[in-house]
């Protein structure tokens, strides 16, 4: 097997989908073998892509509150892995930004995953996270998330922390009242084990 570092200077050098980037290439992750949590989240945003910081935006700051974590320990990536199902930021289409791009995870997600040995919770962040990591097929993402408990400890789904959904929290107050308290226990219990 590839030792992680190994791994992680192919990922960044990879240029697999280079000519369907608009903005160019640049691969944003955060992985330790170490970890305890993963977040298996869509792409990097423009903000993102710029900063080269996973969830450096409106979304990661709603994602922390919701995990109820500090940015020194979303950024600590002994405790917090960070795997996107794309790795570059894909460009923006008529409704946000496009979805990750199809080369980027069967190139690197299995081979990025095997490294994850003390990895005790998967937050499965968004449409695209859910139809890889959750097994079971659901029709809507809110279908998905609203059954959370059949997951459970091992993996939360969660909607996309975007201020884009904002309509969509309003709409869902049951995610608000029953599974944010259960992630922010889950996260604390497995970050402090």
Not at 2 to 20: G, I, K, P, Q
Not at 37 to 44: D, E, H, Y
Not at 83 to 106: N, Q, Y
Not at 167 to 181: A, G, H, Q, T
Request: charged residues 20%; aromatic residues 8%; positive net charge.
């Amino acid at each position: 097997m590839t030792s992680l570092n190994a791994l992680l200077a192919e990922v960044r050098a990879c240029t697999l989908c280079a000519a369907h980037l608009p903005h160019g290439v640049r691969p944003v992750l955060q992985i330790h073998s170490q970890a305890r949590v993963l977040i298996a989240g869509q792409t990097p945003g423009r903000k993102v892509h710029e900063s080269g910081v996973p969830f450096d935006d409106a979304s990661g700051d709603r994602l922390r509150a919701w995990m109820g974590v500090t940015r020194e320990v979303f950024y600590d990536s002994k405790q917090i892995a960070i795997l996107p199902m794309g790795f570059c930021f894909p460009g923006t289409g008529k409704s946000g930004d496009l979805r990750p791009r199809p080369e980027c995870a069967p190139a690197w997600r299995d081979q990025l995953l095997s490294h994850l040995h003390h990895l005790d919770v998967t937050l499965v962040v968004g449409q695209y996270a859910q139809a890889y990591h959750i097994n079971e097929k659901r029709s809507t993402l809110t279908e998905t998330v609203r059954d959370w408990r059949s997951c459970w400890p091992t993996m939360i789904p969660l909607p996309h922390p975007s201020p884009r959904n904002n309509i969509w929290l309003s709409r869902n107050p049951w995610f608000e009242k029953e599974l944010l308290p259960m992630l922010r226990r889950r996260v604390s219990e497995v970050l402090e084990t």
